[in-house]
């Protein structure tokens, strides 16, 4: 008798214990449904002088046939040290290491894109306020190490807490990307990507480009877009929603007579081509470039066959720490520009993924 009530106990106590699993699952799937929003479409941006007041700084407008240089880099929250991987990327951490490493890491970044003193640059994979980074402001730090530049920010996201992986929740996360820029910058505006809308919606976080607008001395505009392609997995319809989406405003940038220069990380392997398809990383696919708008083309397509299979790989896989000739490497970041701007230099900068599981992309150009 005392083992059948023994048994009947351990049966109601699991039973109890497995309602209240079942009640909390429920309860975080609610939460997650009633958190969610995404942030909205075509909404203006804030432009922020430079934190720098007293720096004279560059004319007021851009000018033809004279000589600029952009920069692009995803620096990766902060997190992505050498010895780094992410629980996403089949790694094992989900967060930074420490507070100090994500300083070194973001102050590492900023420095790197001061020595190469671009007069733009667009940076993705800013937090704001994040779990996975102690919640340091690393916009503000990168406003601080780069004062001469007038700023602007775009959220990608603002995600809900993410109770995985159990022994270190990824947690909440609201980050986005940011152009610095040595020109005044007369408006800018945030653009929503077409993203998943299922379940999967709340790993794969929002995603957006911002376009701002530089003013040319003819009366026209550089238009910069800065962006941060999704990565896709096997979401066919999605990579080409936004691709789609990114070059309809692009062609109607150049038709209304603007200079455009897309920047960014492109989540696209852009050495490959689509004939290549089967032998690249399902999250990395060859861009489709048939789909680029006349008077378009990215910049490594201008350089020979030799220059850009000698291109560094501008990022690496985090499902390990990197370790050279062993780890995976692609090149996801770069730029895109229309035919009325000059590429005239092009380099993939090599660092060894010192602060980044990205490495900066460089070029020089010219308006004609």
Not at 59 to 81: K, M, P, Q, R, W
Not at 111 to 120: A, G, H, I, R, T
């Amino acid at each position: 008798m005392k083992k059948k009530n023994l048994c009947k106990t351990l049966l109601k106590t699991m039973c109890i214990v497995l309602g209240i699993l079942i009640l909390a699952l429920l309860a975080y799937i609610v939460y997650l449904y009633a958190s969610y929003y995404r942030i909205e479409d075509n909404q203006e941006l804030v432009v922020e002088a430079p934190v720098d007041d007293t720096t004279t700084g560059a004319a007021a407008v851009l000018a033809t046939d004279t000589e600029y240089s952009a920069v692009t880099y995803n620096i990766g929250f902060g997190a992505y040290l050498p010895d780094y991987s992410f629980f996403m990327d089949g790694g094992t951490s989900s967060w930074a290491e420490s507070p100090e490493t994500v300083q070194y890491a973001i102050n590492g970044a900023g420095e790197l894109v001061k020595s190469l003193d671009p007069d733009f640059a667009l940076i993705q994979e800013i937090d704001l306020d994040a779990t996975r980074s102690y919640h340091t402001d690393e916009y503000e730090m990168l406003r601080n190490l780069l004062p001469e530049y007038t700023t602007v920010f775009a959220q990608n996201y603002d995600s809900a807490f993410l109770f995985y992986p159990f022994t270190q929740p990824h947690g909440s996360s609201r980050a986005g990307l940011g152009l610095f820029s040595k020109y005044p910058v007369s408006s800018a505006l945030r653009r929503s990507f077409p993203i998943s809308t299922s379940f999967s919606k709340f790993f794969d976080l929002d995603r957006c480009y911002s376009v701002s607008r530089i003013p040319v001395d003819n009366a026209k505009e550089l238009v910069i877009f800065n962006l941060h392609m999704s990565a896709y997995g096997n979401s066919d319809a999605i990579r080409k929603g936004q691709i789609e989406m990114l070059c309809n405003d692009m062609a109607k940038e150049y038709e209304a007579g603007n200079y455009v220069l897309c920047g960014g990380d492109f989540n696209h392997d852009l050495k490959a081509s689509e004939e290549d398809a089967e032998n690249c990383e399902s999250w990395a696919f060859p861009f489709p470039r048939t789909e680029l708008p006349e008077h378009f083309a990215f910049c490594l397509d201008l350089l020979s066959s030799e220059e850009k299979e000698a291109l560094w790989n501008s990022a690496r896989n985090a499902d390990m720490e990197y370790v050279p000739g062993v780890t995976y490497t692609v090149t996801l970041d770069g730029f895109i520009i229309s035919d009325n701007i000059e590429c005239l230099s092009y380099e993939n900068v090599n660092t060894g993924y010192s602060y980044s599981d990205h490495d900066p992309v460089k070029m020089d150009f010219v308006l004609k």
